[in-house]
C-alpha cells in the first residue's frame, strides 16, 4: 500500500524559522505523523546578497522531502520535476498552502507551481495567516507606512506605492482561490476583510476556524478555549 503523503506550500524553511506560521505547520506535520501520514514541504527562500552574484537569483525553491531528503533548486521548473519523481509512488492525502509570500515575487515560479498543484488529484486547502490575499506587503501597509484597514476594497488600488502590485497580485491569488476546495481564515476578522476584497464568490468554500482550536491543530495545549462561535 502506497504511503499517504501532505504537500505543504509556504514561504520559508518551518524546521528553521521560528514564526506563527511556521509553528503552526510544525504543529500540523507532527499531527499527521501520529496517523502516519508524511509531510513534503515545498518553500521559497531570498538568497543573501552575499551569495546572489554567484548564483544569479534572488530566491532559492526548496523541498524537504519528510526529512528522507533535501532538494535545492535555483529554478522551480527542476525543483517540482524532483518533488514529482519522490511523490510518483505515494498517495496525496492533501495539500496545504499555508503562504504565497516570496513566490508573489516571482510570477513564473508561481505559475509552475500553480500548475503542480492542480494535477494533483486530492483535496486542496488554502490559509490565510495574514492579509497577503490584499495586500501585496502583507500587513496592510499605506502610503505613511502604517497600519490600516481600508473600508472598501478599491481602497487598495488607491496606494500609490503599490496599486498594480496590489492588482497584479490579486489576479494571481484568484486563481489558487478558484483551484482550492477549501479557504481557512484564521478569525473573523480575516474573513470579513476577504469577503470586502473579493466578495461572495468563495462563501461556501471559506472556514475560520481558530489556530488554537481543539478540533483542529491545537499549538498551546494549555491555553483556555472559548467556545463562543466564530472566536477561539
Not at 514564526?19 to 508524511?38: F, L, Q, R, V
Not at 518553500?43 to 532538494?71: E, H, P, W
Amino acid at each position: 500500500m502506497a504511503q499517504e503523503s501532505n504537500i505543504i506550500i509556504c514561504h520559508t524553511n518551518p524546521s528553521k524559522t521560528i514564526g506563527g506560521t511556521e509553528k503552526y505547520i510544525n504543529a500540523k506535520i507532527n499531527h499527521y505523523k501520529k496517523s502516519n501520514i508524511d509531510s513534503i514541504v515545498i518553500f521559497a527562500q531570498k538568497v543573501t546578497k552575499k551569495d546572489r552574484g554567484f548564483l544569479g537569483k534572488k530566491y532559492l525553491y526548496s523541498a524537504n522531502l519528510n526529512y528522507q531528503g533535501f532538494i535545492e533548486r535555483t529554478d522551480i521548473k527542476s525543483l517540482i520535476i524532483e518533488v514529482k519523481k519522490f511523490i510518483a509512488e505515494k498517495k496525496i492525502n492533501k495539500v496545504f498552502i499555508e503562504h504565497l509570500s516570496k513566490w508573489t515575487d516571482d510570477k513564473k515560479s508561481l505559475w509552475f507551481l500553480y500548475n503542480f498543484i492542480k494535477n494533483i488529484c486530492c483535496e486542496k486547502h488554502m490559509f490565510l495567516h495574514d492579509t497577503l490575499f490584499m495586500c501585496q506587503k502583507g500587513a496592510l501597509h499605506g502610503n505613511k507606512k502604517t497600519a490600516h484597514v481600508p473600508k472598501k476594497a478599491s481602497k487598495c488600488y488607491l496606494c500609490k506605492a503599490i496599486w498594480f502590485r496590489t492588482l497584479y497580485n490579486k489576479l494571481f491569488f484568484l486563481k489558487f482561490l478558484r483551484l482550492v476546495d477549501k479557504i481557512i481564515c484564521p478569525s473573523q476578522f480575516i474573513r470579513t476583510l476577504f469577503v470586502g476584497f473579493y466578495g461572495k464568490e468563495f462563501n461556501d468554500k471559506l472556514n475560520v476556524i481558530d489556530h488554537l482550536k481543539k478540533s483542529e491543530i491545537n499549538l498551546r495545549p494549555n491555553s483556555k478555549i472559548n467556545n463562543k462561535k466564530n472566536k477561539i
